[in-house]
């Protein structure tokens, strides 16, 4: 599967984990859809892509991933949620404000992000609030031996990224952050760039590994793999992780 630059994925898949924002911490009025319309769903139900330039969304998603998306979390910050939270889908119809759209793709993810934790708020009663607390982390570090990583120069090429079972695979040049994201995804825990390498320099990445860590005599688990084919590797430490903690949440009335 080649993953797009849609904004779902910009704000979950491959998105840092950064500290979690409470629902109110500004005295401005937050941003809020103009029209919204949240009904219940299958995990099943595919909603056609959003009009990420207008801002507006057509999700079908489980509360859960609403949330951190909203957030910007990964499924490791998220604390105290019911587990309906993860198991019930929603499809969420939303037009932002008719008014001049940001050019710049962050901003417009901003205020995206923004106005669906308004949203949260109101028709699912969400109130949290974030913590710190000391938890497992991995450090990726430059293995013996030094890297074994495809550097790119910057140019034209097409960025692709696929991410099948066992494999991640990239092409048009990717940053060391981008692999140390998808690394904290497969693992359910913070990894920290400890490589030293240049986070602006692009390479092209190749892993194989085996997804449920049962090694066969061709592919190694993940640990091994990343030593043996970029030279890269992870070392197990706690430290303190922003999560977010579910302090209340309703299933939304009909609309």
Known sequence: MVYRASLFVALFA?????????????????LKF???????????????ESNTLSGSLNWNSSLKSLI????????????????????????????????PIPA???????????RLRSLLIERFQLSAHHE?????????????????????????????LRTPAGKIVTKGGAAIGLLVRLL?????CPVIDKTGLSPDQLYDIQL??????SPSDTVPPLFTALQEQLGLKLEAGKGP???LVIDHVERPSAN
Do not use: C
């Open 241 to 243: 992780v922003d999560v």
């Open 104 to 114: 710049d793709q962050k901003t417009r993810m901003d205020q995206t992000s923004e």
């Open 132 to 160: 710190t607390r000391n938890l497992q982390e991995y450090f990726l570090v430059v293995a013996k031996g030094g890297p074994r990583l495809k550097e790119v120069v910057r140019g034209d090429q097409t960025f692709s």
């Open 184 to 188: 904290s995804l497969r693992l359910g």
């Open 34 to 48: 103009e029209v919204a319309s949240v009904k219940p769903s299958r995990a099943d139900d595919r909603a056609p």
């Open 68 to 99: 951190m998306n909203a957030y910007k979390l990964q499924d490791y910050q998220l604390v105290g949620d019911p587990k309906w939270v993860g198991s019930e889908y929603y499809r969420i119809v939303a037009k932002p404000p008719v008014g």
């Open 208 to 213: 194989n590994y085996a997804p449920d860590e």
């Open 14 to 30: 491959v998105a840092p984990a950064i500290r979690a924002q409470t629902p109110a911490q500004s005295d401005a009025e937050p």
